[in-house]
């Protein structure tokens, strides 16, 4: 029989905001799924993640991030910081023992974030077309010199997407705090088991990231 779902919850968090979650009893590893950069965990490949620990019997937690889906907080006050205190914060109440990080485009780097400030918890890691380092990388060095002018003076801007009507917002704050956790400018003291997956036709992210973040892990399974 496979065990439902608990209904979502929400931790809180400082000030207004909170964190919305759902938990998924079962074995473990616990498997925790990190979404995206404005992705959230109703999404497709949380929801497919959620039907395939289902049918396993395995253990799973997905949740929002600040700023994201259901969760309380402004977006535009989010960093890479900030949305990585999430994911330990919701690891650290919600599960015990080991997890298995699957992260998908941002949520690859905060994965990475979350292995190197819990390495004996993290027993695996699973890109999805990972993106460490995306908000130095590309974001501001693809940035035209009149859009960084804005940010500089304004500190925010807004970029149309292609996954939704309304533009999303680039702070300032999430650039300086991206260069606080840049994971690709030396080696990743990671040891564990990796699997990176990446399409060669991701329109967002190269696929080539991918192949430098498996040069940068220590591990040897990867």
């Known amino acids: 029989m496979i065990a439902a779902p608990e209904d979502p919850g929400h931790l809180p968090r400082a000030g207004d905001s909170s964190i919305a979650y759902r938990r998924r009893p079962g074995k473990g590893p616990t498997i ?44 535009e006050d989010g960093t890479i910081g900030l949305w990585t205190e999430d994911a330990l914060t919701a690891i650290d109440a919600l599960v015990s023992g080991p997890v298995v990080l699957v992260g998908s485009s941002m949520g690859g780097w905060i994965a990475l974030n979350v292995a190197l400030s819990r390495p004996g918890r993290v027993a695996g890691l699973i890109g999805i077309a990972a993106a460490p380092d995306f908000t130095e990388d590309l974001i501001w060095q693809q940035m035209e010199e009149p859009a960084r002018m804005v940010l500089e ?67 040897e399974d990867v």
């Open 153 to 219: 003076t304004e500190g925010v801007i807004y970029e149309t997407s292609d996954y939704g009507d309304d533009p999303y917002a680039i702070t300032k704050a999430l650039i300086d705090d991206g260069r606080r956790h840049l994971r690709l400018r030396g080696p990743i003291a990671f040891s564990g088991p990796v699997r990176l997956l990446h399409g060669q036709r991701d329109p967002d992210v190269p696929w080539q990231r991918s192949l430098t973040l498996a040069e940068k892990l220590e591990s």
């Open 32 to 75: 925790v799924f990190l979404g995206g950069f404005k992705s959230d965990m109703s999404g497709a490949k949380a929801a497919a993640l959620d039907a395939f620990c289902a049918a396993r019997g395995q253990a799973f937690l997905r949740f929002d991030y600040q700023g994201h889906g259901v969760s309380g907080g402004r977006f």
